[in-house]
Structure formats: C-alpha cells, structure tokens
C-alpha cells in the first residue's frame, strides 16, 4: 500500500480535496471535488451559528471548529464517541418506547448517581449499540457509498474517491442484490 497525503479545503459549496499518492513509479496528484448537498449544506450553516445565538450563558467560547467542544476545541475521539451516542439514545428513544423508557431510568440514576457519590456505577442493562437503527459514524461514507451505487449513479465511483474501483466494491458495497443490465 502506498503511502499518501491528503490536504482539504472547504468552501461553501464544495470541499476540494488534493490526494497526492506515492506509489511506485512515481507521485500523483489528482483534485477531488466534492459537492455538498442541500441538506449537509444547512447542517454546517447550522453549525456555524455562534453559540452566543444559542444559549443563555454570559460568556461563550468563540471558535474556528464547526463543532467544537465547551472550550472551542474539537472533540478528542472518545468525547465525540459520547456525543455521538447521546444523539443515537435521543434519536432512537424517539422512535422506540422501550429506549425512551430506559434513557429516562438512566437519566434519574445518572442524577441520582451525582448527588451522592457513594451509590457507585450503574447501568439500565439496555445497550443502545445493539439496537436495530443504531449506527456508528463509521457506517455513514459506506451507506453513501451503497447507495450511490444502488441508484448506479455514474459517479460513484468518483465519489468513492479510489484510485481503483475494485477497492470501492470490496471495502465499501454493501448491496443486498447486485444487479445486471440485459445485454441486448
């Protein structure tokens, strides 16, 4: 596998990305250009409200980062984990009573567990992770991905960004049933 460096820059409407690959005859360099949907494009206008809009505190933390954390920051890989999983709880409690019910036990006993230190650790016994709509970030590019492909979107494989398409197909296609066109 070759050793490769990635720079980005985003913009308002697309994010270009220039991978430069080393590989062994010589560097490529090759300008990825990623269009940014309707939907992604609210999101991160959204987020780039200051949080002075958003919030009743006297003094907020202004910040370079789309989503950073109380200090500004962006999120180290377990605080965006945990942030991740509490809009998973949020979200599947909406859509699930058995969730919503143990998201509120674990609220009380996570209050409860605040006041007085000396009750220790405690769990509902329910793991979200294991619910059915639960997903981890790290499923999101290979469901675009499926789906680009799905609906045989001609650039698919452009969005995918390989260098080899049967990368693509063997780390990211996750279709239930492939399908072939008639060849006459």
């Avoid at 596998?1 to 308002?12: D, F, W, Y």
């Avoid at 991978?19 to 992604?40: P, Q, Y």
């Avoid at 949080?51 to 962006?74: C, D, H, I, M």
């Avoid at 945990?82 to 009573?97: H, K, L, N």
Wanted: net charge positive; hydrophobic share 40%; proline share 3%.
């Amino acid at each position: 596998m070759s050793p490769s460096a990635v720079q980005a820059t985003i913009c308002g409407v697309s994010c270009f990305v220039k991978a430069t690959s080393v590989g062994w005859i010589r560097a490529a360099e090759v300008v990825k250009v990623r269009d940014w949907s309707a939907r992604l494009h609210a999101v991160v206008e959204r987020a780039k409200r200051t949080a002075a809009e958003t919030t009743t505190k006297k003094f907020v933390v202004q910040s370079l980062y789309p989503l950073p954390n109380r200090k500004g920051q962006p999120y180290s890989k377990s605080g965006w984990g945990s942030v991740w999983q509490d809009a998973m709880w949020e979200w599947i409690s909406t859509i699930d009573a058995e969730a919503a019910e143990a998201l509120r036990a674990e609220r009380a006993q996570s209050a409860a567990t605040r006041k007085d230190r000396s009750m220790g650790a405690w769990t509902s016994g329910y793991s979200i992770a294991e619910h059915e709509a639960f997903f981890s970030t790290l499923d999101i590019r290979p469901a675009a991905i499926t789906t680009k492909l799905e609906r045989r979107s001609a650039d698919a494989y452009d969005f995918a960004a390989h260098a080899n398409p049967s990368t693509t197909h063997r780390h990211y296609d996750r279709r239930k049933a492939k399908r072939a066109a008639a060849t006459e």
